[in-house]
């Protein structure tokens, strides 16, 4: 059975730093791509960034280019986002999804399918 779990989320103020992880178990599969999307209240989901299996692809949201970072490490089954210089606007329940027999690019936001999902962290910045 494949677990994903995000963990890492709290509150920051604005202008402030925070590194969210996403850690996955139960999981052997060669081809995909991880996925952070976020919520916040009154909002639909939107996806926030991607990387590939072998991370040598990331893409990100235009809302948070330059901001955030995503990057793995295999040996742990882990990917992190590196969130700087955050705004009241990023205050949201962070999600990480994995998409099956997908490569990370920029359509990987056209969708939100994903064949699995985490249960979410909540990150909120504080003006």
């Known amino acids: 059975e494949v677990h994903v779990v995000e963990s890492g989320g709290g509150l920051v103020q604005a202008g402030g730093s925070l590194r969210i992880s996403c850690t996955v178990s139960?999981?052997?599969?060669?081809?995909?791509?991880i996925g952070w999307f976020r919520q916040a209240p009154g909002k639909e989901r939107e996806g926030v960034s991607c990387?590939?299996?072998?991370?040598?692809?990331?893409s990100y949201a235009d809302s948070v280019k330059g901001r955030f970072t995503m990057s793995s490490d295999n040996t742990k089954n882990t990917v992190y986002l590196q969130m700087n210089s955050l705004k009241p606007e990023d205050t949201a329940v962070y999600y990480c999804?994995?998409?099956?027999?997908?490569?990370?690019?920029?359509?990987?936001?056209?969708?939100?399918?994903?064949?699995?999902w985490g249960q979410g962290t909540q990150v909120t910045v504080s003006s």
């Open positions: 139960g999981f052997s599969f060669d081809d995909y791509a």
């Open positions: 999804a994995i998409r099956l027999h997908y490569y990370c690019s920029d359509y990987y936001f056209l969708s939100l399918l994903n064949d699995y």
């Open positions: 990387i590939s299996k072998s991370g040598d692809s990331t």
